[in-house]
């Protein structure tokens, strides 16, 4: 079975400064899509990025951009000129590209502090 | 821009009553989905929906749960009797289309309280 591990239940971060979360994943799949989602304290799920496993480049989404390391199977999110409203939960998620499942498969979030 | 909503946002029942939440997925969907959050936890998929049918559930997912499309624009989760370990925050979500480069998109949430 698919894991995905979140290994920062928190982070902290200046605003206007860039700080990375880290997810790994454990998956014997050759394709899959990885994403991140925050979730703000009303608790809504927002997509924020989606990374397509074959491709090779790193998905970017404005201030927004993933280190990809399909090898080391790490899928990290670096929030670049961190803003207040960037303060989150920030899970990391798995589904695998083809076959009979298309759930999500979560890690147990980072918890996101922007410092003014 | 099209969203997926969920009826009610908070929901108080006592336990052992029946529930039912609701959702709207976007229109030109066709999988639908159901996920729960323990406070503090992670998301939890509970099933997934195609067709009229189940297409893949979980092991929270047991005989106590139901899902139905009742028409073409709802989609709903059932709990017949509800457990005190049922309180949680229950998200649908919807996405366009099977494996591809389809992304689900999630509802705001319904906070199930059990008392």
């Known amino acids: 079975a698919q894991t995905v591990t979140q290994s920062q239940p928190e982070m902290s971060v200046q605003e206007a400064e860039t700080v990375t979360l880290s997810c790994t994943y454990d998956t014997s799949e050759s394709d899959y899509y990885l994403f991140w989602y925050k979730q703000p304290p009303s608790r809504q799920m927002i997509l924020v990025i989606r990374q397509e496993a074959y491709k090779q480049q790193n998905a970017t989404e404005n201030r927004f951009s993933v280190n990809f390391q399909k090898a080391a199977k790490s899928f990290s999110l670096k929030i670049s000129d961190s803003q207040l409203g960037d303060a989150a939960m920030y899970f990391c998620a798995y589904r695998r590209y083809q076959g009979g499942s298309e759930k999500l498969v979560f890690g147990k979030g980072t918890k996101l502090t922007v410092n003014p | 821009e099209p969203e997926v909503t969920q009826t009610p946002s908070h929901q108080v029942t006592q336990m052992g009553q029946e529930v039912i939440l609701r959702c709207v997925p976007i229109s030109n969907h066709l999988y639908f989905y159901w996920y729960r959050q323990i406070l503090g936890q992670k998301v939890e998929f509970l099933v997934s929906?195609?067709?009229?049918?189940?297409?893949?559930k979980s092991e929270i997912f047991d005989d106590q749960f139901s899902v139905e499309r009742p028409d073409g624009s709802n989609f709903t989760l059932k709990i017949r009797s509800t457990k005190l370990e049922d309180s949680a925050m229950y998200f649908c979500?919807?996405?366009?289309?099977?494996?591809?480069?389809?992304?689900?998109?999630f509802g705001p949430g319904t906070r199930l309280t059990v008392l």
């Open positions: 979500a919807s996405s366009e289309d099977k494996g591809g480069t389809d992304t689900q998109y």
């Open positions: 929906f195609y067709n009229n049918e189940i297409s893949e």
